[in-house]
């Protein structure tokens, strides 16, 4: 049986076809046939919204096998975690990998819809690695924002890519790395 990897897809018109679809083939050229990655179409791409895109996430989550790996991108990487932060069963999952999040509050993007408590590492999943890779090179969500990641997720891995952009140059070789090494 494949190890499955859920793929959540960031936002905007035209992400999931034209944008993200690259990073999924990345991952997937990059992992090779022992994982089935999942990529499903979030709703209402052009306007993701919290509570929408929670329910959708959740659903997908049910139907995963337990040792699930979970990477999200952009605001889909966001959603991501507060989505686990507020699921206490979420623990059984391989990781949580974020790929260019934006961090929502004090300091980051400011939202209506979501905001991360100070405690947001103890929240998550414990015992999950827990990594972010991040492009310093991103102009859509600066590398800023994964430094307040640092300061309230201690226990994650922190990737900081030179030379890469918000969809790291449509190259995921260091998440699939990340991942190949669990399997050790």
Do not use: C
């Not at 929670?54 to 790996?69: V, Y």
């Not at 989505?83 to 069963?89: C, F, I």
Request: net charge negative; hydrophobic share 40%.
């Amino acid at each position: 049986m494949k190890r499955q990897i859920l793929f959540i897809q960031g936002g905007g018109k035209g992400t999931h076809d034209e944008w993200d679809n690259k990073l999924v083939a990345s991952l997937r050229r990059e992992l090779g046939q022992k994982f089935e990655v999942r990529y499903p179409r979030m709703p209402r791409e052009d306007d993701p919204k919290y509570a929408t895109w929670k329910t959708a996430i959740q659903k997908e989550l049910e139907a995963l096998n337990g040792d699930a790996i979970l990477v999200g991108h952009s605001i889909g990487a966001t959603i991501l975690l507060g989505v686990l932060a507020e699921t206490p069963a979420a623990a059984g999952f391989g990781a949580v990998i974020s790929i260019s999040a934006p961090f929502v509050g004090e300091g980051g993007w400011p939202s209506e819809d979501l905001q991360f408590a100070a405690d947001l590492g103890a929240r998550l999943p414990q015992g999950v690695p827990t990594y972010f890779f991040h492009g310093l090179k991103d102009e859509t969500a600066p590398p800023s924002h994964v430094e307040l990641f640092a300061r309230v997720v201690p226990q994650a891995r922190i990737h900081r890519l030179p030379e890469r952009d918000h969809q790291l140059n449509d190259d995921l070789s260091e998440v699939a790395s990340a991942i190949l090494s669990l399997e050790k």
